[in-house]
């Protein structure tokens, strides 16, 4: 799944924050593939309003 920051970590919450970076989402405008499975998912949940997703 490729996931893109479209909005900024700025008034996140600290585990949001620490969540976007586990994945390798910094800045707005970051991209990653990451693997389809059930802890990717999780992370996801975690930050959905912060971010896009494409399958």
């Given at each position: 799944?490729?996931?893109?920051?479209?909005?900024?970590?700025?008034g996140s919450?600290?585990?949001?924050?620490?969540?976007?970076?586990?994945?390798?989402?910094?800045?707005?405008?970051?991209?990653?593939?990451?693997?389809d499975n059930?802890?990717?998912q999780g992370?996801?949940?975690?930050?959905?309003?912060?971010?896009?997703?494409?399958?």
């Amino acid at each position: 799944m490729k996931i893109t920051l479209v909005k900024s970590l700025i008034g996140s919450k600290k585990d949001q924050i620490a969540t976007a970076h586990a994945l390798g989402l910094r800045k707005i405008g970051d991209v990653t593939v990451q693997p389809d499975n059930a802890q990717t998912q999780g992370k996801v949940k975690k930050i959905v309003h912060l971010i896009s997703v494409e399958a």
